[in-house]
């Protein structure tokens, strides 16, 4: 189990997609090709703390299923956070939406829980 409240740095694994936390898998591109999220992360106002935590233990996950967090911005407010994350494939994404750790976090968090908007980009060539 990942340590609540541990920072991730930029440059651990991830890949591309859109859905909305509530463990539901972005059922969009090919099989075995890399998939490059944004996320849009919005904290519950009076649990903006318990959020980040969240966060940084969720995003310690990644590794385990071929993700990596590229970038993690905050919000000057710090009520937001935007992630690019790059999954090696739309499997290890997938897999990374029902890991138990990940989910036992969410459920631990319950209505604190952030809101998650996952948006599936492309690169330009």
């Known amino acids: 189990m990942i340590e609540p409240g541990k920072a991730i740095e930029p440059g651990v694994a991830i890949d591309k997609g859109e859905a909305v936390d509530k463990g539901e898998a972005i059922d969009k ?3 075995g090709s890399s998939l490059l999220l944004v996320a849009i992360v919005d904290m519950s106002p009076p649990h ?10 969720v995003l310690a996950l990644l590794a385990r299923h071929d993700g990596t967090l590229e970038s993690r911005l905050h919000s000057t407010d710090a009520a937001t956070e935007v992630h690019m994350i790059r999954f090696r494939s739309r499997a290890g994404y997938d897999a990374f939406m029902v890991d138990p750790d990940r989910l036992a976090l969410r459920e631990r968090l319950g209505a604190a829980a952030p809101t998650t908007r996952v948006i599936e980009v492309a690169e330009p060539h």
Do not use: F, H, K, T
């Open 48 to 57: 903006v703390a318990e959020g980040r935590s969240y966060e940084d233990a």
């Open 29 to 31: 591109g090919e099989a």
